[in-house]
């Protein structure tokens, strides 16, 4: 007699690893990175040539398959069915860290779902590395990503961060950063920023100074490449702030409060007695307005 077949044991479920991979410089990679995409059984990536690049330099050859924002729904579905048969699965953006301004949302929250582990594996980070060079107090802050790239939008989300009272750190395309650095200006007040550029490559530089001095430098020669931008707190002063590269070398007066344009003027005309077309005049210089846009601005707000 002869006994039943036990059953066939289902495989173990794979993991999903979320491999940080360097921003600019390649000796930025971390050894727990190289390690576990050499381990790898397959390396989904944003580009599959950038990532190749990536993998050539070390000498790691992998099945690479393409995840990004135009199919990684139905590809979220598929590694998810190779994860459930085993398989250790490397997700990596271009540079940085996935999921951060960056695919992955949709297959980590299908492993998730589907009790699949997923390990973070930190590394570079752009976002990280401006803050802590910013030289900005930056004890608390808020990531935005890229702000809306039609200016109506953009407006509206710069209007929504008046009374934000942390640091504010985003990224910006090279060919809106004046634009947005003169939005964010007339919105936020001329407060003082730090604009990092090409952070950890050949180019690196970082622009500091008032939203206005950085809007100046900005029209006067064309910026490239990679661009993440630190908003200071409301309410500092200049000297709290560390000195270094100014993108000018005048910082002007006193930091504006975070009030609106026509809270100012009335400030002004309270606190130091002054009329209604001197407090303007105050007012918008303090903002980095010019007379008309200033006009235009209290209109708005009335």
């Known amino acids: ?51 190749q690049k990536l993998l050539n330099h070390f000498e790691i050859r992998k099945r690479l398959v393409s995840y990004h924002e135009h199919n990684e729904i139905m590809r979220a579905a598929e590694l998810v069915i190779e994860l459930e048969q085993g398989a250790k699965v490397a997700l990596v953006s271009d540079a940085g860290t996935p999921v951060l301004s960056d695919p992955g949302y949709h297959l980590v929250a299908l492993c998730l779902r589907h009790r699949i582990p997923v390990v973070p594996i930190p590394g570079p980070s752009a976002v990280l590395a401006a803050l802590s060079a910013s030289g900005l107090p930056i004890e608390e802050f808020l990531f935005l990503g890229f702000l809306p790239a039609r200016t109506g939008p ?35 007040g001329d407060r003082h920023a730090v604009l990092g550029r090409e952070i950890t490559k050949l180019h690196e530089e970082f622009l500091r100074g008032t939203l206005g001095e950085l809007a100046e430098a900005a029209s006067k020669r064309k910026l490239r490449g990679e661009i993440t931008v630190v908003l200071a707190p409301v309410a500092r002063a200049p000297n709290d702030f560390a000195p270094g590269h100014s993108a000018s070398a005048a910082h002007g007066g006193p930091q504006p409060p975070h009030v609106s344009l026509s809270e100012r003027v009335a400030q002004l005309m309270v606190d130091e007695g002054l009329d209604h077309k001197a407090a303007l005049k105050q007012a918008a210089r303090e903002r980095g307005l010019a007379k008309r846009e200033a006009y235009r601005q209290l209109l708005l707000e009335r």
Do not use: F, W
């Open 1 to 51: 007699m002869s006994l039943p077949a036990s059953p066939k044991a289902l495989p173990e479920p794979g993991c999903l690893y979320l491999v940080s991979t360097p921003i600019g410089n390649l000796e930025d990679i971390t050894l727990r990175a190289l390690r576990l995409l050499r381990e790898a059984d397959v390396i989904a990536c944003e580009d599959t040539r950038q990532t």
């Open 154 to 188: 953009r407006r509206k989300a710069l209007m929504n961060l008046r009374a934000e009272r942390r640091a504010v750190v985003l990224y910006e395309a090279p060919h809106r950063i004046e634009e947005m650095l003169r939005d964010a200006c007339q919105i936020l």
